[in-house]
Every structure is written in structure tokens, then in C-alpha cells.
């Protein structure tokens, strides 16, 4: 038989018994339907409460569901559909480039690659659906991190230990401020042989509900295959699609990201 963390099901039952009555519920009725220790019942219940996961009403004295369970779902939501609905615009790009597109979502440092069409030229990459890399050292990741607040970025990076897979790798927190910031200033990232040494990639951010940073796509090719030319070619083709999906996934400012470094602009990466 399979252990089971008590306070983990704890909180599975209180959120479970919160959903069956939109309205809320008092203390008493929660004491009533879970049959737990009032003492064990307050202490779960501040808890969750402190994570924004339930709010409590004075005025009412019931308690409902919080804020962060909506962003929670939402960032399922975004899972489940991203990939579909992005699915033709990556298409259309491959066939357009012959090149290798990608899609990857942010996940604390690193970036999980959801979706890769192929190229009918060999190209061998580290990148497959379902792998992760570091975000720093991405065009996917740096187009995800031009999403968030500075203020995430110095949470998540500011003490980091950077390691450096190649010589054109960012190696420190104040070099990613600077990266960060010419993303953002020339619409685009830009995988320079990072991560990769002969493998170049252009990327641009999917924005979703509240213009939330939601997901990135990329074109990937060899190095001798990459100039100037192409890369304004493959920027312009992926903000064309980034646009339409981040549309289509909640977003009203696709470009919203552009401006993100700023403390207080309410754009961010989701975590999920």
C-alpha cells in the first residue's frame, strides 16, 4: 500500500471540500465535512491562506478559494493547450524555413521543451520534447526570461553559480542583465552557440492571459547556415505566429514583454 503524507491529503481535502461549495464555507462547516482537529484544521487553513491558495472573509467568515489556485490553473491550462493550438504556426514556419522549430516553457532556471517539428536538413541537437537546458544559456530561455519582472530575475539569478558550455556563454548574473536587456530592446533572443557550439537559434515569447509570459518559440540551424539576413527573416516570421497565439491563448499586448524589465510591470514567466 502506498503512504500517503497526512498534511499533504489534508489540503487535498480542504481545496476539494472548498470546490464543492463556490460560496465558501465557515470554520465550523469545514470542522464538520473533514473531521479533523480544530487545532490541526486552523493551523492547515493559515497555512494556505499565507500561500494565497484560500482567502478568508471577516465580514463573512467564509473561507474560498485564493488567487494563486487561479494562476495554477491557468498555467495548466496553458499546458494542455498551447501545444495544439501553436501547432500549424510552427508547421508554417518549418515549411517556410526548412529549419528545426521549437517550443519550450519556463520552469524555474530551465526551460522544458514541449513541442519540435524537424528540419529535412541534419542538424543534431541536444533539444528533444521533454528535455531541459539552462534558460541563460537559450534563445527559448532568454526570450522566456525577457519576460519577467527584474525583480524575478534577481530572485531566480542574482546568487546563481553560472557555467559556462561554451565560450560564447553568459557567465554571470550582471552579463544576463545586459543580454536581457538587448533582447528586449531588438525584439528577439538570440542563441549565439551557447549552449550549443555550431547551432544557432532566434527566439520569441508567447504572452497569454494578463499578457503573462506563457511559452517561446525558436528556429534552430547550423552556424554556417546563419547570417544577418536570415536571422531578421526568422524574427519577423516568429513574431508574426508569436502574436496570433499569444492572442489566441488570453494575451491583449502580445509585445508587452518588450517592456518587462521594469519593476511593477505586471508581466512574468509561469512557473509551472
Not at 4 to 28: H, I, N, Q, W, Y
Not at 198 to 222: F, H, K, Q, W
Not at 232 to 248: G, T
Request: some cysteine; overall charge neutral.
Amino acid at each position: 500500500m502506498e503512504s500517503v503524507v497526512k498534511s499533504a491529503d489534508r489540503v487535498v481535502a480542504v481545496l476539494s471540500a472548498l470546490a464543492e461549495m463556490p460560496v465558501g464555507l465557515t470554520f465550523t462547516d469545514l470542522l464538520v465535512k473533514l473531521e479533523l482537529p480544530r487545532s490541526s484544521l486552523h493551523a492547515l487553513l493559515q497555512t494556505l491562506i499565507r500561500a494565497n491558495l484560500v482567502v478568508y472573509e471577516p465580514e463573512t467568515k467564509l473561507y474560498h478559494y485564493g488567487p494563486k489556485l487561479w494562476e495554477l490553473s491557468m498555467a495548466y491550462y496553458h499546458r494542455i493547450h498551447l501545444v495544439p493550438i501553436a501547432w500549424p504556426y510552427l508547421q508554417a514556419i518549418r515549411d517556410r524555413m526548412n529549419q528545426t522549430v521549437q517550443m519550450a516553457i519556463l520552469e524555474g532556471r530551465e526551460i522544458l521543451y514541449v513541442a519540435k517539428i524537424e528540419s529535412t536538413r541534419p542538424l543534431q541537437l541536444v533539444s528533444h520534447v521533454g528535455s531541459r537546458l539552462p534558460a541563460y544559456a537559450t534563445g527559448l530561455g532568454k526570450a522566456l526570461l525577457a519576460s519577467l519582472s527584474s525583480v524575478k530575475i534577481k530572485e531566480l539569478w542574482q546568487h546563481f553559480e553560472f557555467y559556462r558550455y561554451t565560450p560564447h556563454t553568459i557567465d554571470s548574473y550582471e552579463g544576463l542583465l545586459s543580454e536581457l536587456m538587448r533582447t528586449r530592446e531588438r525584439g528577439y533572443a538570440i542563441d549565439e552557440g551557447e549552449y550549443s557550439p555550431d547551432v544557432r537559434c532566434v527566439a520569441y515569447p508567447i504572452l497569454g492571459y494578463e499578457n503573462v509570459g506563457v511559452a517561446a518559440i525558436s528556429v534552430t540551424m547550423s552556424a554556417d547556415q546563419f547570417n544577418h539576413a536570415v536571422e531578421i527573416e526568422m524574427a519577423e516570421l516568429l513574431q508574426k505566429a508569436a502574436r496570433h497565439i499569444s492572442v489566441r491563448v488570453g494575451s491583449t499586448n502580445p509585445d508587452a514583454w518588450k517592456t518587462s524589465g521594469s519593476d511593477g510591470v505586471p508581466v512574468r514567466a509561469t512557473l509551472l
